[in-house]
C-alpha cells in the first residue's frame, strides 16, 4: 500500500451469503461513486457505477490504465440491455440466450447512454452478465450497470483471488468482496457484433467452436494470435505488453513437449551459467523434466485439459514475482479449447519474445 493512503476494506461473502447486508453496503458503495473489486466466474474485476463519469475515471486511475481502453459493462440480466441500447441485434438475443450469464462480453453500437469515458469513444460500448453469485447480488444491489476491468494493476496478471486485487490496489480502491478463487481463471470472450461477421476481438471463456456452433463463420481478430505492438487492433486492450511478470518472459511454442522441454532446459542453462535466476513455467506432464536442478519450476495445469491451465495461469505468473527469479521461461500450449485465451495471455505476457520450435 502507498504511504497516506486508507487501506482498503475487505469482507468476505460465504457462498450461499450472496443476499447479505455486505454485498447490500458494497452496492451501496458503487451508487455513491466508489470503486469496489468483486470475484467474477472469470477473474476479479474492479467496478464503477458506468453511469458515473468520475466514479469510472477513478477505475483507470487505481490502475494506471491507459485511457483509450474501455471497459465492460456489466449487467445483470438480458432484460436490462434494452435500457441501455436502442436495437438489440438478433444475434445479441440468440447468444445471451445461451451464454448469459458467462464469461461471453458482446460488443454493440453504443447509443450514448454511457459517458464516454466507458467505451474510450470508439462508438461501441462491451457488456456482458457475469455468471458469478457474488458479481450478481452486487449488480442487483448496486441497481445501476457497473463498468469493470480486471482488478489489477495495468500490465500485470489479472487477479484470480482477492489477495492478488490487495497485491496491486491496497489503498486505492474503498473495497474488495472476497468470494474465493474465481473459477475460470481467463477473462470474457470479446465478440464484436457491430459489422456484418461476428470477430472475436479477445478469446476467452467461451470457445470460436462454442460460438461457431450457434453462429456459423465468427471471425478470429488477426491481432488474437499477434503480440503486442501489432498495428491497430480493434480492441485497444490487446495492443499492450499485458498480464506480465516482473521478470521478462519468454515462451516456447510448438506441439512435441519433448523436444519443448529440452530446448527450455538449454536455455534455462544458458542464462544460469550468467548467474540468472530462472524461473520455468511447465504443465503438469513435464514437471519432473525441469525439478531438481536449481530452477523455480511453477506450473500450471495438464497440457490436454487446458481449463485446468487457464484457472492457475495467473496466479502461476504472480507466483514468480515471489521468487524473485531475472527470467521466466513458459511452455505454451495447443490452441484448442480455452487453450486459445491461454496462449494468447501468454502472448502478451511475453510482449512477443516467442520461440517456434
Ligand atoms: P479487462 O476487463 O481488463 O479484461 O479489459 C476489457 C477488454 O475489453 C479490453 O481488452 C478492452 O480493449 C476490451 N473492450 C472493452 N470495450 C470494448 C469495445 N467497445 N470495443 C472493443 N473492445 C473493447
Ligand atoms: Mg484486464
Known amino acids: 500500500m502507498e504511504q497516506g493512503r486508507l487501506p482498503t476494506r475487505v469482507m468476505v461473502v460465504k457462498s450461499g451469503e450472496e443476499d447479505s447486508p455486505t454485498v447490500m453496503e458494497a452496492g451501496a458503495v458503487l451508487r455513491a461513486g466508489g470503486l469496489v473489486a468483486f470475484p467474477t466466474e472469470t477473474v476479479y474485476g474492479l467496478g464503477a457505477s458506468a453511469l458515473d463519469e468520475q466514479a469510472v475515471a477513478g477505475i483507470f486511475k487505481a490502475k494506471g490504465r491507459p485511457t483509450d481502453n474501455p471497459l465492460i459493462v456489466h449487467i445483470d440480466s438480458f432484460a436490462s440491455l434494452g435500457q441501455y441500447f436502442q436495437r438489440v441485434p438478433e444475434r445479441a438475443r440468440l447468444l445471451a440466450a445461451h451464454f448469459w450469464p458467462g464469461p461471453l462480453t458482446l460488443v454493440l453500437r453504443d447509443d450514448n447512454r454511457f459517458p464516454a469515458v466507458v467505451s474510450g469513444g470508439l462508438g461501441t460500448v462491451a457488456v456482458r452478465v457475469p455468471a458469478h453469485p457474488v458479481a450478481l447480488a452486487l449488480l442487483r444491489a448496486a441497481g445501476v450497470p457497473v463498468a469493470a476491468p480486471s482488478a489489477n494493476a495495468s500490465g500485470r496478471p489479472s487477479p484470480t483471488t482477492a489477495a492478488h486485487v490487495l497485491d496491486d490496489l491496497d489503498g486505492r480502491i474503498d473495497l474488495v468482496l472476497d468470494g474465493g478463487p474465481a473459477g475460470l481463471g481467463v477473462e470474457s470472450t470479446v465478440l464484436d457484433l457491430t459489422g456484418e461477421q461476428p470477430v472475436i476481438l479477445r478469446p476467452g471463456g467461451v470457445t470460436p467452436r462454442q460460438l461457431e456452433a450457434l453462429l456459423g463463420p465468427v471471425k478470429l481478430d488477426p491481432a488474437v494470435n499477434g503480440a503486442a505492438g501489432d498495428e491497430k487492433p480493434r480492441s485497444p486492450g490487446m495492443k499492450y505488453t499485458h498480464y506480465a511478470p516482473q521478470a521478462p518472459v519468454m515462451l516456447f511454442d510448438g506441439n512435441d513437449s519433448a523436444r519443448m522441454a529440452k530446448r527450455i532446459l538449454a536455455e534455462a542453462e544458458r542464462l544460469a551459467v550468467r548467474g540468472q535466476r530462472v524461473g520455468i513455467l511447465a504443465c503438469r506432464d513435464n514437471e519432473s523434466m525441469y525439478q531438481g536442478k536449481g530452477y523455480a519450476v511453477v506450473t500450471t495445469g495438464w497440457r490436454d485439459e487446458p481449463g485446468t491451465i487457464a484457472a492457475a ?32 495471455r501468454l502472448l502478451r505476457a511475453a510482449g512477443g519474445n516467442v520461440v517456434k520450435i
Not at 502461476?316 to 494468447?344: H, K, P
Request: net charge negative.
Open 313 to 344: 495461469l495467473y496466479e502461476s505468473l504472480r507466483c514468480f514475482d515471489r521468487q524473485s527469479v531475472d527470467a521466466i521461461l513458459a511452455e505454451g500450449v495447443s490452441t484448442e479449447g480455452l487453450g486459445l485465451a491461454v496462449m494468447n
